[in-house]
C-alpha cells in the first residue's frame, strides 16, 4: 500500500455543481499532484503543490483551483461542472520537488460522473 | 513542448512470447523517462526509470535518444504482466511538468 489515501471513491453529481476532492499524502511527502484521467486520454497532469505552494501548473481549468493545507493534504475544487469533467481524478504524491527523478506514489483515485 | 507517445492502445499475446511496449517521446532538453504500471484493482506504480537501469519483473528499458524512444521489453511474458502500462517524461532541472502516454494495455493469454 503506497499510502496515499483519497476520499470519496465515487462522486456523482449534477451539471452546474461543485464538489471538493481529498487527498492525504504518505506519511513525509511534501508535494502533491494532480491527474485526470478521462476516457481514452492518458493521465494529464493538473496541478503541483509543495509543502503548501503551488509549484507547477498543467492543463488545468480556470473552473477548478486546489490548495495544500499544514497538515500537507490536498484538496481539489471542481466548480461549474461540465458532462466533460466527468473522469477519474488521481491524487501522486512524493517526498521532493523539482526532481525529477522522483518517484510519484498514486492514490486510488476518485471517480466523478457528472449527470 | 514535451510529449509521449504509446502507439499502441491494446498488445495482446501468449504466455512465453517476447513483449514490446512501445514508448516515442519529444522533448528539446535532457528527459527523464519511466514506466508505471497498473494491475487490476490496483494504483498505479512505478516500474521502472531509465536512470536506475535496472530490470525489474523481467523488464527493461533503454532510452535510445537517436530514434527518442523508451521501450518496455520482456523476453518471455507472464500471465500476471497482464496490466496497463505508462510511460512519462519528465525533464531535468528546473520546474518540471510530468507528462504520460496514453498508456498501452497489455493481455497475457495462457
Known amino acids: 500500500d503506497s499510502g496515499v489515501t483519497q476520499t470519496p471513491k465515487h462522486l456523482i453529481t449534477a451539471t452546474g455543481q461543485r464538489v471538493t476532492l481529498r487527498c492525504s499524502p504518505r506519511?513525509?511527502?511534501?508535494?502533491v499532484y494532480w491527474y485526470q484521467q478521462s476516457l481514452d486520454q492518458g493521465l494529464q497532469f493538473l496541478i503541483q503543490?509543495?509543502?503548501?505552494?503551488?509549484?507547477a501548473k498543467g492543463n488545468i481549468l480556470e473552473r477548478f483551483s486546489a490548495q495544500q493545507f499544514p497538515d500537507l493534504h490536498s484538496e481539489l475544487n471542481l466548480s461549474s461542472l461540465e458532462l466533460g469533467d466527468s473522469a477519474l481524478y488521481f491524487c501522486a504524491s512524493s517526498v521532493l520537488v523539482g526532481i525529477s527523478t522522483d518517484t510519484q506514489y498514486f492514490g486510488p483515485g476518485t471517480r466523478l460522473t457528472v449527470l | 513542448a514535451q510529449r509521449v507517445t504509446q502507439p499502441e492502445k491494446l498488445l495482446s499475446v501468449f504466455k512465453g512470447a517476447p513483449v514490446e511496449l512501445k514508448c516515442n517521446y519529444s522533448y528539446s532538453g535532457s528527459p527523464e523517462l519511466f514506466w508505471y504500471v497498473q494491475y487490476s484493482r490496483q494504483r498505479l506504480q512505478l516500474l521502472l526509470r531509465h536512470i536506475s537501469r535496472e530490470s525489474i519483473k523481467g523488464f527493461t528499458a533503454d532510452l535510445n535518444k537517436g530514434e527518442t524512444s523508451f521501450h518496455l521489453k520482456k523476453p518471455f511474458a507472464q500471465e500476471e504482466d497482464s496490466a496497463m502500462y505508462y510511460c512519462?517524461?519528465?525533464?531535468?532541472?528546473?520546474?518540471?511538468?510530468?507528462?504520460f502516454g496514453r498508456g498501452t494495455s497489455l493481455i497475457v493469454h495462457p
Open positions: 503543490y509543495y509543502n503548501g505552494e503551488e509549484r
Open positions: 506519511s513525509g511527502d511534501l508535494s
Open positions: 512519462a517524461l519528465s525533464g531535468r532541472g528546473g520546474s518540471y511538468i510530468p507528462t
